[in-house]
């Protein structure tokens, strides 16, 4: 009862799941009766999805551009504000019902999410604020820096002459409103 189930995908015929079970993977009876039962129907919505070759194609296009697409924009989000790590692992884990080398790195992203849990529990407080006292100072001395060039440099000038730059290599770019 311990194997996870395996499904082949579509046209192609590889496992969509890996029959080797690991240790701690969580098998169906772990969970409760409603998440069981979403189980069976999005297990059986796939097979049905899969049944048909042009079904089975069209579904393995939209989950790999919906998984590219989340993990594309977990990679923006890690530069930019946002969650990246969780829109990234989401990504993977769309694109693992489709292919076994995402839900391999799918699960290499868990383990290490679970040693990073475990080595913050095991981290000293005193360190952990420290840590946390010192990011953010970073983040407010980034975000004085970057308040202190826009006054210096005059914000709406640099504004206005950038978007001047920009008309300047396209007359399809609109003017600026009041301009």
């Known amino acids: 009862m311990g194997a996870r189930v395996t499904t082949t995908g579509g046209t192609s015929g590889e496992p969509l799941v890996s029959g080797d079970s690991q240790p701690d993977d969580p098998t169906l009876e772990d969970f409760s009766p409603e998440a069981k039962q979403r189980f069976v129907r999005l297990r059986r919505w796939h097979a049905r999805a899969h049944s048909n070759p042009i079904t089975s194609l069209i579904t393995k296009v939209i989950v790999t551009i919906v998984g590219a697409v989340l993990i594309l924009a977990g990679i923006v989000m890690l530069i930019g504000p946002g969650q990246g790590i ?94």
């Open 86 to 179: 969780l829109a990234i692992i989401a990504g993977l884990a769309v694109l693992a019902t489709e292919y076994a080398w995402a839900e391999r790195l799918l699960r290499r992203a868990q383990a290490k999410l679970h040693e990073a849990r475990e080595k913050a529990r095991a981290m000293d407080p005193r360190v952990r604020r420290r840590r946390i006292a010192l990011i953010t100072l970073a983040c407010v001395a980034a975000t004085a820096a970057v308040i202190g060039y826009l006054v210096v440099y005059d914000w709406p000038n640099i504004a206005v002459s950038s978007w001047n730059w920009v008309q300047s290599f396209s007359s399809l770019v609109p003017e600026l409103p009041g301009m």
